[in-house]
């Protein structure tokens, strides 16, 4: 069982910064790649930035040099660092892994960027 639970969403204005995290509460305790997707209102999912186990990065190209995610396998916390924010960077973040061919995501946390 995988439980991860994401934090930190909120408003801000156009370049502000945010940063989201995602907790790995479960049981099963190991370093699996994660994920950070963001679905923009009216819009699909689509992946913002993942982070392999051994730590290796990419990102959508619309948020290179202002994102960047990273992990602390110590706590099972993924982070979403979001800097030089935009109002297209508005929407839900989810936090996601895949565990044994099995989808896991979290409840989503809402990011509105406005002035």
């Known amino acids: 069982q995988v439980q991860l639970v994401e934090s930190g969403g909120g408003l801000v204005q156009p370049g502000g910064s945010l940063r989201l995290s995602c907790a790995d509460s479960g049981p099963i305790k190991s370093i699996k790649p994660m994920g950070w997707f963001q679905q923009a209102p009216g819009k699909q999912r689509e992946l913002v930035a993942a982070i392999s186990s051994g730590g290796s990065t990419n990102y959508a190209d619309s948020v290179k040099g202002r994102f960047t995610i990273s992990r602390d396998n110590t706590n099972n916390t993924v982070y979403l660092q979001m800097n030089s924010l935009k109002p297209e960077d508005t929407g839900v973040y989810y936090c996601?892994?895949?565990?044994?061919?099995?989808?896991?995501w979290g409840q989503g946390t809402p990011v509105t960027v406005s002035s």
């Open positions: 996601y892994t895949a565990v044994h061919g099995y989808d896991y």
